[in-house]
């Protein structure tokens, strides 16, 4: 396997840097609209591209944490 075959399939395995908010919701198991109103809060950063709205995995992580240790939120 050369080295471009071997990043492409690396790449291929990694989880997605973006989610959706529909994705977001999907992982938490409630509705979208429930993760707008955690981002209207603040409770969730967001990333602007153009008009798309998205969250990094690691926020969704975060945000996690925070829920299980609400003293390090």
Do not use: F, K, W
């Not at 990043?7 to 529909?22: F, K």
């Not at 798309?52 to 003293?71: A, G, H, I, T």
């Amino acid at each position: 396997m050369n080295t471009a075959t071997a990043q492409r399939a690396t790449e291929d395995t990694q989880p997605t840097l973006l989610l959706t908010l529909g994705e977001v919701a999907s992982h938490l198991r409630c509705t979208r609209r429930s993760v707008e109103r955690e981002v209207a809060r603040h409770h969730m950063h967001v990333v602007r591209i153009g008009r798309s709205v998205r969250v990094e995995r690691r926020e969704l992580n975060r945000y996690l944490q925070s829920l299980r240790d609400p003293d390090e939120g």
